[in-house]
């Protein structure tokens, strides 16, 4: 449970079929750091591991060094080096679920990715169920045609 504002918040993400591919670490790439900090804690939560990087570079520093698992990139595509990040990714990682996450949730992302998620709308409580059911969905849903 997370504490928001004095109100408990429970974040459960089931383990099912659609959460399936989140067996793994979980890398989340974006140069928001406050988003970044929130994202962690809302996986972390939901029982998964996740390892925050604010750049491409820094995300490539972060495997090397970790020599990390990772089953779901969720990164910010509008990043310099995505592309090169996805494709490196891909070729070593068969199962790996690529969620592009943008704020207007339209398709600006590279080649590579499997599903799109809005940007959470806040960090509420509302906000937190409406963004981790958006990640699900999207995780569960068809692969985004590049």
Not at 11 to 31: E, F, V, Y
Not at 57 to 69: C, F, I, M, R, T
Request: glycine share 10%; charged share 20%.
């Amino acid at each position: 449970m997370a504490t928001t504002g004095g109100s408990k918040v429970g974040l459960r993400i089931a383990r099912s079929r659609t959460t399936a591919a989140m067996d793994g670490a979980i890398l989340l790439i974006d140069r928001d750091l406050g988003l970044l900090f929130w994202l962690g804690h809302v996986m972390d939560q939901a029982g998964y591991q996740a390892f925050p990087a604010r750049s491409v570079p820094d995300a490539v520093s972060l495997l090397g060094e970790l020599h990390l698992n990772i089953s779901v990139l969720i990164l910010d595509c509008s990043l310099p080096g995505t592309e090169g990040l996805i494709t490196a990714l891909r070729r070593s990682k068969r199962f790996l679920k690529v969620v592009c996450m943008n704020g207007d949730g339209q398709h600006t992302c590279v080649k590579g990715i499997d599903a799109l998620c809005p940007k959470p709308g806040g960090f509420s409580p509302p906000a937190v169920f409406k963004w981790v059911k958006a990640l699900r969905e999207a995780l569960s849903a068809s692969p985004v045609a590049s």
